[in-house]
């Protein structure tokens, strides 16, 4: 599985894609996703608002739930309409199945993030 140039990447194995200053898309990685197993069920609110570091929503596959860690501060947005019906979405396609679009209460700054090579370097060792 490829991991994007494109996407930021936490520790907590969530990536989120720039949208703009103010938004952006979030999902879990393709390392989250195969230790998870097939993916049944995502439980996250729209309008929430989010802190960084704190749980934001419930990923369940067939062997566990998992909390999905918030990586900024911010709402939700909406939610991807696709995963309520097929959440195994994100196990064909983690990098391109989008879970949630954020608007972020600060401009993004990609700082925060890890990048591609730092990400790789993080699940490799």
């Known amino acids: 599985m490829d991991y994007l140039e494109e996407l930021f990447y936490t520790k907590e194995h969530v990536w989120l894609k720039?949208?703009?200053?103010?938004?952006?898309?979030?999902?879990?990685?393709?390392?989250?996703?195969?230790?998870?197993?097939?993916?049944?069920?995502?439980?996250?609110?729209?309008?929430?608002?989010?802190?960084?570091n704190q749980p934001m929503g419930i990923i369940e596959s067939v062997k566990t739930a998992s909390d999905i860690i918030a990586p900024v501060d911010g709402q939700i947005l909406r939610i991807n309409q696709d995963l309520t019906k097929t959440p195994e979405l994100i196990n064909d396609k983690p990098h391109e199945t989008w879970i949630?679009?954020?608007?972020?209460?600060?401009?993004?700054?990609?700082d925060n993030f890890l990048r591609k090579k730092d990400y790789l370097e993080q699940i490799n060792t």
């Not at 103010?22 to 230790?35: E, P, S, W």
């Not at 949630?100 to 990609?110: A, K, M, Y």
Request: with cysteine; proline share 0%; charged share 25%.
């Open 100 to 110: 949630c679009e954020i608007l972020i209460n600060d401009i993004f700054n990609g």
């Open 18 to 52: 720039y949208i703009d200053d103010k938004k952006c898309q979030l999902g879990i990685t393709n390392f989250a996703q195969d230790l998870l197993g097939d993916i049944i069920f995502i439980d996250i609110k729209s309008n929430e608002k989010i802190f960084s």
